[in-house]
């Protein structure tokens, strides 16, 4: 008995350390792609000297270390409870077949897709990107492809967010679907998802919230033309 309520205090300290650092990860993947990668584009080249390395360098130490805990959270959680407070060892295939595990098994895979490219994709770029701006190190002949791979990977990991974050809290709410019925479901959560992140990167997310931005300064009249020149003397 004492040892069931261990197992059950250990498991909801695990759920609260993913949901802790996976709000703390996600906060800023929007904030990165719905604020600064629009706002930094106003910054003249020594205004972004200051502001890369003390906003967005600060914000990604939290951005990649989230997404570590959350993903290393999320499996001890599901190696605990496969192997310590159960026996099942993985040996039923419910993950893909029982309503609740589909979603947590369509949310946990987009998210270790998240974890990797955050690791192994932005963050190897970024602190390339982040140390050369602040003038740490010379700027690589290559600096604008790895800005663009970077904003690339760092926008598909907000598509996949949104129905990322649809699979966790499906685990709970979806359980009276039927195999069939809870793939297709899947598939256009995913689908729907995509599109509403994709919009809002895209399409709101440079507009909205800039009551306060003064208007660029308007183009300077352009010179009158000069009068064509008289013809040579006969």
């Known amino acids: 008995m004492h040892g069931h309520h261990f197992n059950d205090v250990f498991l909801m300290v695990l759920r609260w350390a993913h949901f802790f ?3 703390a990860w996600i906060g800023h993947l929007y904030y990165f792609n719905f604020v600064q990668a629009h ?3 106003a910054l003249s080249g020594d ?3 200051i502001v890369v390395p003390n906003f967005r360098g600060r914000a990604i130490w939290w951005f990649r270390w989230g997404a570590m805990v959350t993903f290393l959270t999320g499996v ?3 190696l605990y409870d496969q192997f310590v407070d ?3 060892m993985f040996a039923r295939p419910a993950w893909f077949s029982q309503s609740g595990d589909i979603w947590i098994t369509f949310g946990a895979t987009l998210g270790t897709i ?3 490219n955050v690791w192994f994709v932005i963050w190897p770029r970024q602190k390339v990107i982040i140390a050369s701006v602040a003038g740490q190190r010379e700027k690589p002949a290559d600096f604008d492809q790895l800005v663009a791979v970077a904003g690339k990977f760092s926008r598909i990991n907000t ?3 949104v129905p990322m974050l649809f699979g966790m809290g499906g685990r709970k709410h979806l359980q009276t679907l039927s195999l069939g019925a809870n793939w297709i479901a899947a598939l256009i959560v995913f689908a729907v998802g995509f599109a509403i992140a994709y919009h809002v ?3 709101a997310a440079s507009k909205v919230g800039t009551d306060f931005v003064p208007p660029a300064p308007s183009a300077p009249p352009a010179a009158p033309a000069a009068p064509p020149a008289a013809p040579p003397a006969k």
């Open 21 to 23: 650092f996976g709000i």
């Open 86 to 88: 159960s026996s099942r």
């Open 114 to 116: 998240m974890w990797f």
């Open 39 to 41: 706002a930094e584009k």
């Open 159 to 161: 598509y996949l967010s």
């Open 201 to 203: 990167v895209n399409k």
């Open 47 to 49: 205004q972004k000297k």
């Open 76 to 78: 001890l959680y599901i």
